[in-house]
């Protein structure tokens, strides 16, 4: 059938042709049209045609008009023959029309989503209803083979089918065998005398295939890849002092029978350089002691690309500090080839000091401006100043609010002093509305409802109602956060709360504490990283008596009652300057929190300090650290209320030990925690292989320690459990999901141990 309309079209241009030699062999007299008649139509309406042709009854009719006549209508791409033919002063348009599409449909496509094939499809005009083109036809089957190029499937065949049906319609089928993928089978690097082939190799993600091969798809071959590796092999050269370091060619082979490829690589790694010096030349606005603290390139090292880049960026940041927006930085090498030495000349032109004559916003459709606009430190009809720009877009990067922001500078046209900002956001959900289950090690099942709103009517305010029916912690919470109660940045936090804690299946009882209670809270911010939070609240705790109560708390039930009343105030500080709060790779983080029983039945003084540190290791690894340190004390002769106290064991402390299980224990044998808490992690973090630079789903090891005393108990180090092991953590869509398999090393007879520990939510 693909043949009949590929001779349906050599016909039509046949009959183009012939139309123009016999317009010109038998040429018509010129007369006037008495009436025009269409024939041959039918989905097509009438009136297309009479509106596309140049000439109407009563008008004169001639050979230009009617060549004129025929190009407009098979200009609509609606019609596959057009004929005019003359009787009398009757004029008679005669058109064939094109099939029109009934249905595209694919088959064997294994690796696309034919929906999304189909969207392709109709964004070029081949879908259901439309004429059918075999223009069209024919690019979307070379568009689809080359996309099956693309995914190393290099022996895919694509046969299009076309099956007319009544009405002159036809169904179009792209039939596709995939075949085997096409793999890598050799890499090789020629030219190397300094490093090692499989040192090279190991630089990059394409390779001959391994064992995580069926995931990461590194045997794969990909032009993007292998542009990317061959830009990471220059890099390792450049950062290793060989300045001349090229790439002569890459050569691609692929076997007859298109399932192997070979890769060959040819370098020229050229001598290595010693940087014997660096000057600077230019106009340094007389700082020029400040910019050469700013120098990262060391003479006496191997030539370095990377500090020679970070030099030149870093003074061009310093120099737009004083307002130089358009400064213009040149490193230039001087090559002593005889005695394998580079000397470096920093050149500095400032130009023009300019300032920001206005910032414009785009890309907010539902956050008001004045929701960005608070966070901007660069204010418009001042001086230009890069560090404030940066700071203002990392400040509204850290609302939350948008998947991205980018912030360009602009020239104001006739004003050489001045340019404008133009801050462009792209919006993300931060609603939801979640109705659904959860499971952990822990909580075994438990299911949750929760309405959020991080930015209520893009007013940049929070408010969440969030309802937890777990087994062992069950919570009715509703939370309002103003961000932005003063003009001048001062958060308000209104909280109120009702919470139900049982003992966990592992220390058995029905046992339960219930807290209900109402908090409000206001942050202060001092600096750009540091805020200081004070408030108050009011909090009624009630010991539910059950089977195998610990006797601390029928104890202090017997001493206080089993209803005990607080009117808490807070005082909390945090420092946070890490690049990211879900998936961060450099910064720190401290947090302290304070609470003071100073009224009710309950007196007691509370305080939480914690520490955590991220560097960077390379490109690919993170180091974390955590330290956090709890202490309790009663006051007014009273001891400390034990449901305030610490527990450890499990995530997000001490895991390989069950949830909660470290610590003093009740002559019942329950887990009662303490007044006093130490916990220390540290984790290396990897992306999951594969997953390229993306933060989201994660691989860690690490290594804990901790512990909790009771409030008279001696601190000893000796006494801390301890456990190593790995795990990988996922932002998935309902939350922060971690797993760990974990080994304790440090642990004593009677410790509850769980190895393999899950949770959505626990943080570190």
Known sequence: MKKQFKRLRVRTVSAVCMLAFAANTW??????????????????????????????????????????????????????????????????????????????????????????????????GLTEGRPYDQALADRAEQELRRQYINRSLYGAEVVTTVTPIERNRVNLTFTVTEGEPTRIKEMHIVGNRSFGEKQLLDLMDLDTGGWLSWYTKSD?????????????????????????????????????????????????????????????????????????????????????????????????????????????????????????????TLVAEPSRRAYVRRINIAGNNRTRDEVIRREFRQFESSWYDAEKIKLSRDRVDRLGFFKDVNIETSDVPGAPDQVDLNVTVVERPTGSLQLGAGFSSAEKLALSFSVKQENAFGTGNYLSAEVNTSRFNRTIALTSVDPYFTPNGVSRTVDVYHRTSRPYDEQGGNYSL????????????????????????????QIRPGTNIPAVYLDYAERFGFTSSAFPLTVGWSRDDRDSSLTPTRGRFQRFAGEWGVGGDARYLRGDYQFQQYLPLGRLYTFAFNGELGWGKGLNGRPYPVFKNFYSGGLGSVRGFQQGTLGPRDVTGASIGGARKITLNAELITPFPGAGNDRTLRLFGFADAGNVFGENEQVRFGDLRASVGFGLSWLSPIGPLR??????????????????????????
């Open 220 to 344: 794969r071959y990909s032009r993007t890849k292998l542009n990317a590796d061959l830009e990471a092999l220059r890099s390792y050269y450049l950062q290793r002092g060989f300045l001349e370091f090229r790439i002569d060619s890459t050569q691609v082979a692929i076997s007859p029978n298109k399932q192997d490829i070979s890769i060959t690589i040819n370098i020229t790694e050229g001598q290595r350089y010693v940087v014997s010096g660096v000057k600077l030349e230019g106009d340094y606005l007389g700082k020029e002691e400040e910019f050469k603290s700013l120098v990262k390139i060391r003479p006496g090292e191997p030539y370095n690309a990377d500090q020679v880049t970070e030099t030149t960026k870093a003074f061009t940041e310093y120099f737009g500090n004083f307002g130089y927006a358009f400064a213009q930085v040149e490193a230039r090498p001087e090559i002593d080839r005889t005695n394998n030495r580079v000397f470096f």
């Open 739 to 764: 797993i760990a398999i974990a080994q304790p090393v440090r642990k004593q007879a009677g410790d509850r141990i769980q190895r393999l520990q899950f949770q959505i939510g626990t943080s570190f």
């Open 27 to 124: 040429a018509v007299e010129p007369f006037t049209v008495r009436d025009i008649r269409v024939e041959g139509l039918q989905r097509v309406e009438p009136g297309t045609v009479f509106g596309s042709l140049p000439f109407r009854v009563g008008d004169q009719y001639n050979d230009d008009k009617g060549s004129a006549a025929i190009r407009a209508l098979f200009a609509l791409g609606l019609f596959k023959d057009v004929r005019l033919e003359v009787q009398g002063d009757v004029l008679i348009v005669i058109v064939e029309e094109r099939p029109t599409v009934n249905e595209v449909d694919f088959v064997g496509t294994k690796e696309f989503d034919k929906d999304t094939l189909k969207k392709a499809l109709r964004e070029i």
């Open 514 to 541: 219930v807290t209900s209670g109402a908090g409000l809270r206001f942050g202060v911010p001092f600096s750009e990283v540091d805020t200081v939070f004070f408030g108050g609240g009011f909090e009624r705790t």
